[in-house]
Structure formats: structure tokens, C-alpha cells
């Protein structure tokens, strides 16, 4: 499975965006997904996680009614819609496919995309 990251950008507080995340091969709808984060000198983390059905979600307490993810299995893509952004919210953001073991870990994830930039300004 390849997997592409777009979206990112630079926004205003306050703003938002939408990152999408394009599988490659066949298999994407029976895979879980996650998106991940790291921002300068800090260790990567879990923003959320969507079961291969969609019906299932996970996020992390900092993102947590402000954040949306989803998934378009026909389309091979799965999307963070991120509302209400903060400057905290300033990383690099990592898609990531068919975990083994608990969602909230990078270790458990066998397929990374390259991941895109998100800047917001004060």
C-alpha cells in the first residue's frame, strides 16, 4: 500500500482545512487508518484513527471536537477535516494504514504516507 498526504497548508487561527490521504492497491477498505502528527523537536503523536468500515473513531484529547475523519473506500481515501485550528496545531501531518495492536502507536502501523505541512499563524 502506498499512501499520498495532501492538503496542508498555511491558515489563520481559527481557520480550517481539510488533509486527504490517497491509498494505492486494492486492499485500502479493509485496512484501518490513523493520522499522525510531529511537530519541531517532538515525537510524532496520534491525532485519529477510523476503522476500515468507518464506523469507528478515535481521537486525541487535544483535537477532540474540533477534528473530523472519515473515509471514501470507493475512492480509496481517507480525510481529516480540521475546524477551529491552533497555532499548536502547527506539524507535520502523517496518514498511516493497517495497524496491528493498539491505533495510538506509530509502531503499529505497517504503511506510512510522506506526510504534508500545517502551519497556522497567530
Known amino acids: 500500500v502506498q499512501l499520498q498526504a495532501s492538503g496542508g497548508g498555511l491558515v489563520q487561527a481559527g481557520g480550517s482545512l481539510r488533509l486527504s490521504c490517497a491509498a494505492s492497491?486494492?486492499?485500502?477498505?479493509?485496512?484501518?487508518m490513523g493520522w499522525f502528527r510531529q511537530a519541531p523537536a517532538k515525537e510524532r503523536e496520534f491525532v485519529a484513527a477510523?476503522?476500515?468500515?468507518?464506523?469507528?473513531?478515535d481521537y486525541a484529547d487535544s483535537v477532540k471536537g474540533r477534528f473530523t475523519i472519515s473515509r471514501d473506500n470507493a475512492r480509496n481515501t481517507v480525510y481529516l477535516q480540521m475546524n477551529s485550528l491552533k497555532p499548536e496545531d502547527t506539524a507535520v501531518y502523517y496518514c498511516a494504514a493497517d495497524p496491528r495492536g493498539s491505533v495510538y502507536y506509530t509502531n503499529s502501523y505497517n504503511y506510512w504516507g510522506q506526510g504534508t505541512l500545517v502551519t497556522v499563524s497567530s
Open positions: 492497491g486494492r486492499t485500502f477498505s479493509s485496512y484501518a
Open positions: 477510523i476503522g476500515w468500515h468507518g464506523g469507528s473513531t
